[in-house]
Nanobody, 120 residues
Framework: QVQLVESGGGLVQPGGSLRLSCAAS????????MGWYRQAPGEEREVVAV???????NYADSVKGRFTIFRDNTNRRVYLQMNSLKPEDTDVYYC??????????????WGQGTLVTVSS
């Protein structure tokens, strides 16, 4: 099994910053893409940012220039640095990874979600 544990959400004022963290553990042989998604109540989950194993990153247009995704392959972690936060960034944020497990299976794994609230 593979588990993800997220941390770093919370309440922040508009214009402020937060850093989300996601740690992977379990029967992992290799981690491929790692990403962050977000979802508001009653809406579909949307991609925020994805980073490949080689370090190439892609962002949703709505967060370009404000958010940065980066990963620590040694410690199996992915981070989302969020700057210049806006009220519309308020959502539950989910970590997602694609892994090759030790027993040879390709798995997509989701974190439990962490709430980010941007409000004055």
């Amino acid at each position: 099994q593979v588990q993800l544990v997220e941390s770093g959400g919370g309440l922040v004022q508009p214009g402020g910053s937060l850093r989300l963290s996601c740690a992977a553990s379990g029967s992992i042989f290799r981690i491929n893409d790692m990403g962050w998604y977000r979802q508001a109540p009653g809406e579909e989950r949307e991609v925020v940012a994805v980073i490949t194993s080689g370090g190439s990153a892609n962002y949703a247009d709505s967060v370009k220039g404000r958010f940065t995704i980066f990963r620590d392959n040694t410690n199996r972690r992915v981070y989302l640095q969020m700057n210049s936060l806006k009220p519309e960034d308020t959502d539950v944020y989910y970590c997602n990874i694609e892994v090759l497990s030790i027993d040879g299976r390709y798995l997509e794994v989701w974190g439990q979600g962490t709430l980010v609230t941007v409000s004055s």
